[in-house]
Nanobody, 123 residues
Framework: QVQLVQSGGGLVQAGGSLRLSCAASGRAFTSYTMAWFRQAPGKDRESLVAISRSGATFTADSVKGRFTASRDNAKATVYLQMNSLKPGDTAIYYC?????????????????WGQGTQVTVSS
């Protein structure tokens, strides 16, 4: 069992940057593949970045070159750095943990979820 608590997010102008954090507690953080998802109003939840236990990452084409995930195993925290934000990035962002190894991107394979945080990008 792991608990995920998100922080960061808020309102930013187009072209700006934000960093989201997701702190884990409970079972060993290094046991989990971590990922970031988002869900915009009226849309399905979208996989953004997955980061494996070893730190390898997979980034969706929609955010490649703008969003970067990293993990600090000593702090049991995963981060999502978002640059060059666009109004289309407006959504609720979620971190998630999976007991599956490798770069899983399917949300059904994620076992634990953060509470979600709103990101709003104004034009």
């Amino acid at each position: 069992q792991v608990q995920l608590v998100q922080s960061g997010g808020g309102l930013v102008q187009a072209g700006g940057s934000l960093r989201l954090s997701c702190a884990a507690s409970g079972r060993a953080f290094t046991s989990y593949t971590m990922a970031w998802f988002r869900q915009a109003p009226g849309k399905d939840r979208e996989s953004l970045v997955a980061i494996s236990r070893s730190g390898a990452t997979f980034t969706a084409d929609s955010v490649k070159g703008r969003f970067t995930a990293s993990r600090d195993n000593a702090k049991a925290t995963v981060y999502l750095q978002m640059n060059s934000l666009k109004p289309g990035d407006t959504a609720i962002y979620y971190c998630a943990a999976s007991i599956n190894s490798g770069l899983v991107t399917t949300q059904e394979l994620y076992n634990f979820w953060g509470q979600g945080t709103q990101v709003t990008v104004s034009s």
